[in-house]
């Protein structure tokens, strides 16, 4: 084919047509859909603060994305956190393009464009690539070691293990792919012999050697200074992860090894097909092809795939739920770069084999990429996404100058920490991690930036840190809702907060007085962003459950409630408060229907407890409470004439719960003056669950002769 060229001498190969092609679509794409502000993710507001302020982050310390997205974060572009979302957003598409050149340089130009478009419009690569994480540049190193591990000679195998090491200093995980690497480099490892291991190797702990920046800058107490690795043995623990527990990430611990894999590669399978479509057709060509044509080449791209997909998804074993299943999507890419090589391969040699239906391969990958970006187009346009820095300045709005707040959730957590450490507001209050409160690391440093308050552990269940640590709190000490606070202490709600110990028995003005919640995005499909409308929810719900406790209900509770349901559908509390509410004036239809409403959340709750595979004790929780709520729709039912209905709601309270002795007391009176046998039954069976039952006993003894 003649090249053609512009006037300028520019040459208009293939090849340069689908780069250019891929950079129009995917550039402004990617900027356009970018968070104005700290997105609601994971860890972001942890990293966005660490890498603004030079610190060290939670274990392994992630040394080259702080290092570069510091560097990154100097262009005075925008506010600091849309400097970080473009860092990721750059490397999430630099990515995309060196994958580009590795397939158009295997294969052709054409079929390297479609692969790297349905990865350009890959979900999660574009979450990713709009949070101030670790994953893109993640995603980045895996493409350039897949590149450079493709080439011939010495200097590709030193260049694979520099860049292996360094760039396990972002995330370790990256270790997945050495043994695909270790095949395409073994023609040349096996021609060198033991001086190029050796080399490679001192290669490799050049770039890992990175890893000193933790012990270097944590010597100098930066402010956010994760498990302070200073020493050698801290160091080491940091490094490899040994001295991080009591995350999500661990709760795999408690299932069997390999109980969840099924389940996990079930969801796997399902974002294979979401973020490939039909295109997956040509991967299976493709790999039909590389087994004709190239097998090391095959072996190593299987090697990636089964090592970073089954392999991972087995050791991780993960629960299916939605935050198990939000942490675990970002390790997908791994894979998808093998499905998308397989993709690049699948459609050149199909347009080979079958030349007169190349146009027809054509359209089913563009019909492919087309269907990628409709499934993600709604949940990847984050523009209006200021559910995170909003929730914290909310938090923050809501307690007076110099008080202590507690909050657990990273999201909740680490955003606090984003506005104080890099915005500076609020350096007056004292943000404290629950989960980190009884580490000495942690201690310490707030000791350092906070010596006007010591710090006590609050992660114990214990309320004995908790009365010290609100002594040692003069201004006051408030807790976010997704805290653990122990239910003996006492809890004032207090707009998005809940103070604690309070002096007053009651809070001056509206308790459930909230701020910038309407600017959530209540479509928005991403979990984290959900768990911060979930947040406003429960403020709304706790200040009318203190109504509810401090003396009945109100019109403006009623409204409270039904927005916190609004804001989360799987509340169950909030229709049951408004039946409360309802039941106090007498109006038992209303009370009756919002009764039912709420027994329904829990049983959906229930199912989907199953299919999470939840603990046993979450099962047990839900289905305790799923009885109380069962046994008020029944006393709903009785009240409305509905006697029969409510005898079975009694009776499926009791399959929820046994040990509901209030349930066998209504049982008793429903069957009152009807069977008498029954009632002494129930009224017995009650007082054996609760032998302090005053009414139960007192009508036994009312019927003993009858």
Same mark, same amino acid.
């Given at each position: 084919?003649?090249?053609?060229?512009?006037?300028?001498?520019?040459? %208009?190969?293939?090849?340069?047509?689908?780069?250019?092609?891929?950079?129009?679509?995917? @550039?402004?794409?990617?900027?356009?859909?970018?968070?104005?502000?700290?997105?609601?993710?994971?860890?972001?507001?942890?990293?966005?603060?660490?890498?603004?302020?030079?610190? @060290?982050?939670?274990?392994?310390?992630?040394?080259?994305?702080?290092?570069?997205?510091?560097?990154?974060?100097?262009?005075?572009?925008?506010?600091?956190?849309?400097?970080?979302?473009?860092?990721?957003?750059?490397?999430?598409?630099?990515?995309?393009?060196?994958?580009?050149?590795?397939? $158009?340089?295997?294969?052709?130009?054409?079929?390297?464009?479609?692969? $790297?478009?349905?990865?350009?419009?890959?979900?999660?690569?574009?979450? +990713?690539?709009?949070?101030?994480?670790?994953? $893109?540049?993640?995603?980045?190193?895996?493409?350039?070691?897949?590149?450079?591990?493709?080439?011939?000679?010495?200097?590709?195998?030193?260049?694979?293990?520099?860049?292996?090491?360094?760039?396990?200093?972002?995330?370790?995980?990256?270790?997945?792919?050495?043994?695909?690497?270790?095949?395409?480099?073994?023609?040349?490892?096996?021609?060198?012999?033991?001086?190029?291991?050796?080399?490679?190797?001192?290669?490799?702990?050049?770039?890992?050697?990175?890893?000193?920046?933790?012990?270097?800058?944590?010597?100098?107490?930066?402010?956010?200074?994760?498990?302070?690795?200073?020493?050698?043995?801290?160091?080491?623990? +940091?490094?490899?992860?040994?001295?991080?527990?009591?995350?999500?990430?661990?709760?795999?611990?408690?299932?069997?090894?390999?109980?969840?894999?099924?389940?996990?590669?079930?969801?796997?399978?399902?974002?294979?097909?979401?973020? *490939?479509?039909?295109?997956?057709?040509?991967? $299976?060509?493709?790999?039909?092809?590389?087994?004709?044509?190239?097998?090391?080449?095959?072996?190593?791209?299987?090697?990636?795939?089964?090592?970073?997909?089954?392999?991972?998804? %087995?050791?991780?074993?993960?629960?299916?739920?939605?935050?198990?299943?939000?942490?675990?999507?970002?390790?997908?890419?791994?894979?998808?770069?093998?499905?998308?090589?397989?993709?690049?391969?699948?459609?050149?040699?199909?347009?080979?084999?079958?030349?007169?239906?190349?146009?027809?391969?054509?359209?089913?990958?563009?019909?492919?990429?087309?269907?990628? %970006?409709?499934?993600?187009?709604?949940?990847?346009?984050?523009?209006?996404?200021?559910?995170?820095?909003?929730?914290?300045?909310?938090?923050?709005?809501?307690?007076?100058?110099?008080?202590? +707040?507690?909050?657990?959730?990273?999201?909740?957590?680490?955003?606090?920490?984003?506005?104080?450490?890099?915005?500076?507001?609020?350096?007056?209050?004292?943000? +404290?991690?629950?989960?980190?409160?009884?580490?000495?690391?942690?201690?310490?440093?707030?000791?350092?930036?906070?010596?006007?308050?010591?710090? *006590?552990?609050?992660?114990?269940?214990?309320?004995?840190?908790?009365?010290?640590?609100?002594?040692?709190?003069?201004?006051?000490?408030?807790?976010?809702?997704?805290?653990?606070?122990?239910?003996?202490?006492?809890?004032?709600?207090?707009?998005?907060?809940?103070?604690?110990?309070?002096?007053?028995?009651?809070?001056?003005?509206?308790?459930?007085?909230?701020?910038?919640?309407?600017?959530?995005?209540?479509?928005?499909?991403?979990?984290?962003?959900?768990? @911060?409308?979930?947040?406003?929810?429960?403020?709304?719900?706790?200040?009318?459950?203190?109504?509810?406790?401090?003396?009945?209900?109100?019109?403006?509770?009623?409204?409270?409630?039904?927005?916190?349901?609004?804001?989360?559908?799987?509340?169950?509390?909030?229709?049951?408060?408004?039946?409360?509410?309802?039941?106090?004036?007498?109006?038992?239809?209303?009370?009756?229907?919002?009764?039912?409403?709420?027994?329904?959340?829990?049983?959906?709750?229930?199912?989907?407890?199953?299919?999470?595979?939840?603990?046993?004790?979450?099962?047990?929780?839900?289905?305790?409470?799923?009885?109380?709520?069962?046994?008020?729709?029944?006393?709903?039912?009785?009240?409305?004439?509905?006697?029969?209905?409510?005898?079975?709601?009694?009776?499926?309270?009791?399959?929820?719960?046994?040990?509901?002795?209030?349930?066998?007391?209504?049982?008793?009176?429903?069957?009152?003056?009807?069977?008498?046998?029954?009632?002494?039954?129930?009224?017995?069976?009650?007082?054996?669950?609760?032998?302090?039952?005053?009414?139960?006993?007192?009508?036994?003894?009312?019927?003993?002769?009858?």
């Amino acid at each position: 084919m003649e090249e053609n060229r512009t006037a300028g001498g520019t040459r %208009f190969t293939p090849e340069f047509i689908f780069a250019a092609l891929l950079s129009f679509i995917l @550039i402004p794409l990617y900027i356009y859909c970018l968070p104005p502000v700290l997105p609601p993710y994971r860890d972001s507001g942890e990293m966005a603060s660490v890498a603004w302020t030079l610190g @060290i982050a939670h274990q392994p310390g992630y040394p080259l994305y702080i290092i570069s997205a510091k560097l990154f974060s100097l262009i005075p572009l925008g506010n600091p956190a849309w400097r970080l979302n473009l860092f990721s957003a750059a490397a999430g598409l630099a990515g995309v393009f060196v994958f580009w050149r590795l397939a $158009a340089a295997a294969f052709s130009p054409l079929a390297a464009f479609f692969a $790297a478009l349905l990865l350009g419009f890959n979900f999660t690569l574009r979450t +990713v690539s709009s949070v101030p994480e670790m994953y $893109a540049l993640n995603f980045f190193f895996a493409a350039v070691l897949l590149f450079t591990a493709s080439q011939k000679g010495a200097r590709a195998i030193m260049l694979t293990a520099f860049l292996l090491g360094l760039g396990m200093a972002n995330r370790m995980d990256l270790l997945l792919a050495l043994p695909a690497l270790l095949i395409l480099l073994w023609p040349g490892l096996k021609e060198g012999g033991w001086t190029a291991l050796l080399k490679s190797a001192g290669f490799f702990f050049l770039g890992f050697s990175l890893y000193l920046y933790l012990p270097f800058r944590s010597s100098g107490w930066p402010v956010l200074d994760w498990s302070h690795p200073a020493d050698l043995n801290t160091f080491l623990a +940091v490094i490899t992860r040994k001295s991080y527990g009591s995350t999500l990430d661990l709760i795999s611990l408690n299932y069997a090894k390999g109980e969840l894999f099924l389940p996990g590669l079930k969801y796997y399978g399902a974002h294979l097909w979401s973020n *490939f479509s039909v295109a997956l057709l040509f991967a $299976a060509a493709g790999i039909w092809a590389e087994w004709k044509t190239s097998r090391l080449r095959l072996l190593a791209v299987s090697a990636l795939f089964i090592c970073s997909g089954p392999v991972f998804i %087995f050791l991780a074993n993960m629960p299916p739920n939605p935050h198990a299943l939000a942490i675990v999507e970002p390790y997908y890419l791994l894979p998808d770069l093998a499905a998308a090589f397989w993709t690049a391969a699948g459609l050149f040699y199909l347009a080979r084999l079958f030349p007169r239906a190349r146009a027809g391969f054509v359209f089913a990958a563009a019909a492919a990429a087309c269907l990628v %970006f409709y499934s993600g187009a709604h949940g990847s346009a984050r523009r209006w996404l200021f559910a995170a820095e909003d929730y914290a300045s909310d938090v923050m709005s809501s307690v007076p100058y110099g008080a202590s +707040v507690v909050a657990k959730k990273d999201v909740q957590l680490f955003s606090l920490w984003y506005l104080q450490s890099v915005r500076g507001q609020r350096p007056d209050l004292n943000i +404290v991690a629950q989960g980190l409160s009884g580490a000495p690391w942690y201690k310490a440093s707030k000791a350092r930036y906070s010596p006007g308050s010591p710090l *006590f552990n609050l992660n114990s269940g214990d309320k004995a840190g908790w009365l010290k640590f609100a002594e040692a709190s003069p201004r006051g000490l408030y807790s976010t809702m997704d805290a653990d606070v122990p239910r003996d202490i006492p809890v004032l709600p207090y707009g998005t907060v809940n103070l604690l110990y309070p002096a007053a028995p009651s809070p001056e003005g509206r308790p459930g007085l909230l701020y910038s919640f309407p600017r959530l995005n209540m479509d928005y499909r991403d979990f984290f962003d959900r768990d @911060i409308g979930t947040s406003y929810a429960q403020a709304l719900l706790s200040g009318a459950a203190w109504k509810s406790a401090a003396g009945g209900l109100d019109e403006q509770s009623l409204r409270d409630l039904r927005l916190a349901a609004l804001l989360d559908d799987n509340l169950p509390d909030a229709p049951l408060y408004e039946g409360f509410y309802y039941s106090s004036r007498g109006e038992w239809a209303a009370a009756r229907d919002c009764f039912r409403a709420s027994a329904d959340i829990y049983e959906r709750l229930l199912q989907l407890s199953v299919k999470y595979y939840s603990l046993p004790a979450l099962r047990q929780s839900l289905s305790a409470s799923s009885a109380y709520a069962w046994l008020n729709y029944g006393v709903a039912l009785e009240k409305t004439g509905d006697g029969a209905g409510a005898g079975e709601a009694y009776l499926f309270s009791l399959k929820r719960n046994p040990g509901l002795a209030d349930a066998h007391y209504n049982l008793a009176i429903l069957y009152w003056n009807r069977d008498w046998a029954k009632v002494r039954s129930e009224l017995r069976e009650t007082l054996r669950l609760n032998p302090g039952h005053a009414q139960a006993a007192k009508y036994l003894a009312r019927i003993g002769q009858k």
